[in-house]
């Protein structure tokens, strides 16, 4: 199997207060090698070695502190176009008292997310093969994802909001601060959208190792 750099791993979970416990930090490493070894036939992320850890596995990690603290319902998460499983299957690690339902549209994607949940014992972990905004299985008390598209795209969202009930909240993974907000300003016209935007908090993230702007986007049902 590829080699990771399980130290680096580590060392971010102690950043982010994250407690390894005995079997978080070796699923996260087995994890990262699955990636390692069929990202060249799948296509699923663009990075490999520390990049992988740091932007892809700990970036996804840098939310749970911020949802800590918020204290949002997340006994149902659904993670949209979830791709290689992020942030879904870092969060489901951390997470195992909640039910996460990795959405995937594209099915080789579909494969290799069944085959970690295999690999990794994830029984809390559920994986459709669906257009994002018609995720069955829902509402979800927490919706999120990252690297997806941006708010503009009215009909999308619209179908995602349909997934969060009343005190449901989207978790939106974004880079700028800045670019978020423009993001947001920019459906303040929409009868629908502006007003979910106008509630929604732009939060900083801090991802170890990471100099890169990070964000998350809180949007409230």
């Given at each position: ?96 008292g909640s039910a996460v339902t990795l959405v995937e ?58 997934l969060v009930p009343a005190g449901g909240a989207i ?32 939060l900083p993230l801090t991802v170890p190792f990471l ?11």
């Amino acid at each position: 199997m590829p080699a990771v750099n399980a130290d680096l791993l580590s060392r971010g979970l102690a950043a982010l207060g994250l407690d390894p416990g005995e079997d978080r930090l070796p699923r996260l490493v087995k994890y990262a090698q699955e990636i390692e070894l069929w990202n060249p036939a799948y296509g699923l992320v663009k990075a490999s070695g520390d990049e992988l850890l740091v932007k892809h596995i700990l970036d996804s990690l840098a939310a749970l502190p911020v949802l800590e603290r918020l204290g949002l319902p997340r006994d149902r998460i659904a993670d949209l176009g979830s791709g290689a499983g992020l942030p879904g299957i870092p969060l489901a690690i951390f997470l195992p008292g909640s039910a996460v339902t990795l959405v995937e549209r594209m099915e080789r994607r579909v494969r290799f997310l069944e085959n970690q949940k295999a690999r990794l014992g994830l029984s809390n972990v559920a994986i459709v093969q669906a257009e994002a905004e018609r995720a069955p299985g829902g509402p979800f008390d927490l919706v999120t994802f990252r690297a997806f598209r941006p708010f503009s795209e009215r009909k999308l969202f619209l179908g995602v909001t349909k997934l969060v009930p009343a005190g449901g909240a989207i978790a939106a993974y974004k880079g700028r601060l800045q670019t978020a907000r423009e993001e947001l300003a920019a459906l303040a016209p929409d009868p629908v959208l502006g007003p979910l935007a106008a509630r929604a908090e732009v939060l900083p993230l801090t991802v170890p190792f990471l100099e890169e702007e990070r964000c998350l986007v809180i949007l409230r049902a």
